[in-house]
């Protein structure tokens, strides 16, 4: 539990999110910038578009509906170059199909193993409307699963510079550079300058 005077000012988000794997990792990325996220399980409606910011925009609004607080929302996917960017915006559809091993299969001829994760977070201020923030990670698909952290792709992921995938790495070391912790501390940024007394 934060406490004043530990770290400064201390931001309460609310997380619209039924990702277990998503939330864990929100939790500690807050925990080391004074943000405490709290999750919150809502239906989450998610449209079908190409566009992470359009899916993630859309389901911020609805849930806006029913929740009036500080909160956010987050979409992200896997952008395989060799296959023009898929699964993207349809990767928990594609996880919940044909799973790591599809996507290993999908490339077990392709020479060009290289991919992007790309995080989009939508925030809600009961004042300001929404903002929108982005991070991504470049990297490339293993060619076997590997590790046991984490979640989703995470066993078929290396991010460039390293020999791990993020499913061998320990969830302080994701969150050093991850997708999803580049748009938060971007998110985080921009809540201390505009809630700044
Ligand atoms: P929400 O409840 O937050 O919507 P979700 O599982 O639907 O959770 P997303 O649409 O943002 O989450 O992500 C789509 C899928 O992409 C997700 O289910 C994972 O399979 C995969 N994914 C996203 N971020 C990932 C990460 O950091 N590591 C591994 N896989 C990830």
Not at 8 to 37: A, Y
Not at 147 to 157: A, E, Q, V
């Amino acid at each position: 539990m934060l406490r004043k005077g530990e770290c400064g000012e201390i931001f309460k988000v609310f997380l619209v999110s039924r990702n277990e794997g998503k939330i864990r990792e929100f939790i500690d990325l807050g925990l080391k910038e004074c943000v405490e996220v709290v999750p919150v399980s809502l239906d989450k409606v998610e449209i079908q578009s190409e566009d992470l910011t359009s899916i993630a925009l859309y389901s911020a609004v609805q849930a806006s509906l029913y929740l009036k607080e500080l909160f956010f929302v987050e979409d992200a996917g896997l952008y395989i170059t060799s296959l023009k960017g898929f699964p993207g915006p349809f990767s928990s559809y594609v996880y919940k199909t044909i799973g790591v091993d599809g996507i290993l299969k999908l490339l077990s001829s392709s020479s060009d193993r290289t991919a992007i994760f790309k995080s989009v977070i939508v925030l809600h201020c009961p004042r300001q409307g929404f903002r929108v923030f982005e991070g991504s990670v470049r990297g490339s698909i293993s060619l076997e699963a590997r590790g046991l952290s984490g979640f989703g792709f995470d066993p078929i992921f290396i991010p460039e510079g390293h020999t791990k995938t993020f499913a061998e790495m320990s969830l302080e070391v994701k969150n050093s550079l991850s997708h999803r912790s580049k748009a938060f501390r971007a998110m985080v940024s921009w809540l201390k300058t505009a809630y700044k007394s």
